[in-house]
Structures are given as C-alpha cells and as structure tokens.
C-alpha cells in the first residue's frame, strides 16, 4: 500500500471557544486547511512550525520522539488543536515538527474520529458502519476469578473491590 493523505482543518481550540461564547467573530478564529500524511505509525497529530505559528497555539509542554528516519528529536507539544475532517472532529494535542515538515494525522485522532484508510482507494474515509456519526470502542473491566478459600480447589467470580 502506498501514502495515503487526506484533507484536513486545524482550528485553535481556544478561538473556536471564544467563538461559542460570542467572544470573537468567527472570521477572527484561526483555521487553517492541509493535507496531511495519514500516518497510523504514529500516535499524535503532528504539525510544522508554521502552522502552530500561523495558529498560534500555546506551547504545553515537550516531549522526545523518534522521526521516520531514526533521528531523535525534541518537540514542543501544543494544545489544544481542533481537527476536522468531512463530518468528523475531535480535539487535541500536537506535537510541532521542525521547519516545514509534513503535517501529520496519527492513530489518536484518527481513531476518535472513527475514519478507516480505505486500502484499494488509499483515502481517508468516514467509518462506514458509522457514516453519520463516530462511535468509540469501550470495553468493560472483565471480571475477577479467583480460587475459593472455602473449598480451596473450585473457582468463584468476584466483583472488583468499589464495583
């Protein structure tokens, strides 16, 4: 399978929030569209250093990431971004790739947003067992087993202590 891109939009969070609140117009809310490497290697959304200037968003912290090529690199992670992508959203952190790097869409947004990479097209595509909205996957805490001290051989099923 080839690289699959997709077209994306990235909001500053905090803008759209002022937004909702009637704070600032919508046409002062800074967005921007790219298109991004879809990338289910990698775990966060990662943008270059001018989009997270032309958005200016805030700087949260830095974490150390390994790059396709082996390098090792520092990396500030900011917060919090908006991604949007056909009728799918969802918010979060990215971490800042040097310079002009390609812009890129890993596992957490994506599965948020419950898109698939459609291997024959290779495209982007809204999950379609959920077209109209996404669904996330939540599994229950399994229950514990544990021998009996009673009869000391057989098996009884507990509830974890607080549940």
């Known amino acids: 399978m080839g690289l699959v891109h997709a077209d994306i939009e990235l909001i500053n969070a905090i803008d759209l929030e002022f937004v909702r609140r009637n704070t600032i117009d919508k046409d002062e809310m800074r967005s921007i569209k790219v298109r991004a490497l879809v990338d289910t290697g990698s775990l966060m959304l990662a943008i270059n250093e001018n989009i997270q200037e032309y ?8 974490k ?4 396709a090529n082996g ?3 520092e990396c500030d992670i900011v917060s919090p971004v908006e991604v949007r992508f056909k009728n799918r959203e969802t918010t979060c952190r990215a971490m ?4 002009d ?8 947004p994506l599965e948020d947003m ?4 459609h291997p ?3 495209e982007l595509i809204v999950n379609p067992e959920h077209p109209d909205y996404a669904m996330t996957c939540m599994k229950t805490i399994p229950r514990v087993f544990h021998c009996s001290p009673e009869k000391g051989s057989g098996l009884s099923r507990n509830k974890p202590d607080g549940l």
Not at 55 to 62: D, S, Y
Not at 96 to 99: E, H, R, Y
Not at 101 to 108: D, M, T, V
């Open 64 to 67: 150390t990431a390994q790059l």
């Open 101 to 108: 790097s390609e812009p890129l869409l890993g596992a957490i």
């Open 55 to 62: 958005l200016r968003l805030p700087v949260v912290g830095k």
């Open 96 to 99: 800042v790739l040097p310079g």
């Open 120 to 122: 024959q097209r290779q």
């Open 114 to 117: 419950d898109v698939l990479i």
């Open 71 to 73: 390098d090792i690199v």
